[in-house]
């Protein structure tokens, strides 16, 4: 997916929540501010792919401040709210559909917003407003493995009972970030959840990006992409880095729409749940 004018301001208030997270130190967060300004102003046009200009944008900040993880207090207090809620909302029915939706509940959690507004939110209902689950659970009776791409650091806890459900059928592989970037699930987040063991094959991008950026992938994750039947893609940033491939049907993207440009390239409202095979 290609950025929209829209962009541009998410990305600019991106290189202000990083820096402010990264650092107390003033001088230095305005360094880091000035440099992801720098950055965005250089970098952004509408043929650009935002994840590959945000990425830019977390290692200048990164490399400023001294600080590799500068969401490590939110992905914490995320990784908590999430355990807390996936125990309240405990699914009543384990099949396909029930822990879909349950999985997608998970990715209502936006760094953007305040944490008990997300809370609220998350004791809603979901429904798809675009739903190719049917085909994409017709399809996994086929399939011998598949990729699920994980998103922020709480929604492991909502990812479980699908996973579990899905590796009756397949060899599934749970894929995280190699290093962290924004507050998508790391190797170390994993840990920290006490998931590691229930999650089971755990692989990684090879990565610090948002989404994923192929440029910068490991090559074992490129065999593993290549060679999946299936790809359960989770959260807006995948979303918008693979749309970029042509569509052939065996990636499945998993989220909220929580942003206009998102929800425009898809002609479905903001906010909207989204099942789509790809």
Same mark, same amino acid.
């Given at each position: 997916m290609k950025a929209s004018k829209y962009c541009y301001e998410c990305l600019q208030k991106l290189a202000?929540?990083?820096?402010?997270?990264?650092?107390?130190d003033e001088p230095a967060k305005a360094r880091a501010v000035g440099e992801g300004l720098k950055i965005l102003? !250089?970098?952004?046009?509408l043929d650009s792919v935002t994840i590959v200009v945000a990425t830019k944008i977390h290692d200048a900040v990164k490399k400023i401040t001294g600080n590799p993880d500068p969401y490590r207090q939110m992905k914490d207090k995320e990784i908590a709210v999430s355990?807390?809620?996936?125990?309240?909302?405990? *699914?009543?029915h384990e099949d396909f559909a029930s822990c879909l939706r349950f999985a997608?509940?998970?990715?209502?959690?936006?760094?953007?917003?305040?944490? !008990?507004?997300?809370?609220?939110?998350?004791?809603?209902?979901? !429904?798809?407003?675009? !739903?190719?689950?049917?085909?994409?659970?017709?399809?996994?009776?086929?399939?011998?493995?598949?990729?699920?791409?994980?998103?922020?650091?709480?929604?492991?806890?909502?990812?479980?009972?699908? *996973?579990?459900?899905?590796?009756?059928?397949a060899s599934v592989a749970y894929v995280a970030k190699a290093s962290p970037v924004q507050d998508d699930?790391?190797?170390?987040d994993i840990r920290r959840t006490g998931l590691e063991a229930q999650l089971g094959e755990i692989i990684t991008t090879g990565t610090a990006t948002p989404g994923i950026d192929f440029s910068q992938a490991s090559a074992e994750f490129k065999r593993e992409f290549d060679?999946?039947?299936?790809?359960?893609?989770?959260?807006?940033?995948?979303?918008?880095?693979?749309?970029?491939?042509?569509?052939?049907?065996?990636?499945?993207?998993?989220?909220?729409?929580?942003?206009q440009p998102v929800a425009d390239s898809l002609g479905v409202p903001l906010k909207s749940y989204v099942a789509m095979l790809w």
């Open positions: 202000y929540q990083a820096a402010g997270l990264a650092t107390n102003g !250089d970098d952004f046009s355990r807390e809620l996936s125990q309240a909302l405990k *699914l009543k997608a509940l998970g990715n209502t959690i936006d760094f953007f917003r305040p944490i !008990d507004g997300i809370e609220r939110e998350m004791k809603g209902r979901v !429904d798809f407003v675009i !739903d190719d689950s049917e085909r994409f659970e017709a399809r996994l009776k086929h399939a011998g493995r598949v990729l699920y791409l994980a998103d922020n650091a709480g929604e492991a806890f909502f990812d479980l009972p699908l *996973l579990r459900w899905m590796r009756q059928r699930v790391t190797l170390e060679s999946a039947d299936l790809i359960f893609a989770k959260g807006m940033g995948y979303y918008e880095s693979l749309s970029e491939l042509p569509a052939e049907g065996r990636v499945f993207y998993c989220f909220k729409a929580k942003c």
